[in-house]
């Protein structure tokens, strides 16, 4: 079988997009896998696939894959992507769109700077719903990684994060700590490892590393997750800039039991089919 893709990034978060509004998606993990490999595949951090709606009041449902086969609940980055190639492939042409994740409804919408802002929903911080093993909520929490104890906020955007602060982001060690980070006891689901640097209230500069891909040069639920945390601990303001690695990212909450919005790129790089 032969599989139509678009290769596709947001600030240098790259993906494979699929469009199985007419016919299933198929590909098991150990497919996804294979097409994820930057040498024998496509390369890839996600692979995202736009389905039909499976609810009335939404117009897709869109599916999110780690390059290690596993499916995840949300990626921001990749929100702003599907939304473009809804558009540029004629699949719609409402705006802003209502989307059907995993995790629940989002609403992607594109910018007359040719940006795109996404609704991400409500930043989660109970420990249970995160989840996270701590005996209640706190803004920040101990956790013990590598014979060493991190101070962390953990929060979840539809997917599980922990964020720390750390005084030089290139110098932080995110080779060594996401991997023990991301698979510690205390995260049922494992996690995203997210190391902040604050450069001012309102610009801050980030690396992530996420579950089941490694760092990337983005991560746009990091990047609300860190914002939010930040913004609970009063170490930020909002609107914040967040710089990546791979570009920058408008992230902006009002507060408590309010949903965080995200504005940033989203860029088409080449179509093609490869057989599968």
């Not at 978060?13 to 930057?38: C, H, K, M, Q, S």
């Not at 590393?209 to 760092?215: I, K, V, W």
């Amino acid at each position: 079988m032969r599989l139509k893709f678009t290769k596709m990034h947001g600030a240098g978060n790259d993906f494979v997009v699929v469009d199985a509004t007419r016919a299933p998606f198929t590909l098991d993990a150990r497919g996804i896998r294979r097409l994820a490999d930057r040498h024998v595949g496509i390369g890839f951090d996600q692979m995202l696939v736009v389905e039909p709606a499976r609810s009335r009041d939404t117009d897709f449902y869109y599916r999110i894959f780690n390059c290690d086969g596993g499916e995840v609940s949300q990626c921001g980055n990749g929100a702003r992507c599907f939304v473009r190639y809804v558009h540029d492939r004629g699949l719609s042409a409402k705006n802003p769109l209502r989307v059907e994740t995993r995790s629940g409804i989002i609403e992607p919408r594109l910018e007359t700077d040719a940006r795109v802002t996404v609704n991400m929903g409500v930043p989660v911080f109970e420990p249970a719903r995160i989840p996270f093993v701590a005996e209640r909520r706190a803004s920040t929490y101990a956790l013990e990684v590598g014979g060493r104890t991190l101070e962390i906020s953990a929060v979840s955007m539809g997917n599980p994060h922990a964020v720390q602060v750390v005084a030089d982001v290139d110098a932080a060690a995110v080779a060594s700590d996401g991997p023990l980070i991301e698979r510690h006891s205390r995260f049922a689901e494992r996690v995203n490892a997210g190391f902040m640097q604050i450069v001012d209230r309102r610009h801050i500069k980030l690396r992530v590393f996420e579950r089941g891909a490694g760092e990337t040069l983005s991560c746009g639920t990091g990047a609300c997750a860190a914002v939010a945390a930040g913004i609970a601990r009063g170490l930020l303001d909002s609107p914040v800039t967040v710089e990546t690695r791979g570009g920058a990212l408008e992230i902006a909450w009002p507060g408590e039991a309010q949903p965080v919005s995200m504005t940033g790129p989203a860029q088409s790089v080449f179509e093609g089919e490869i057989e599968v």
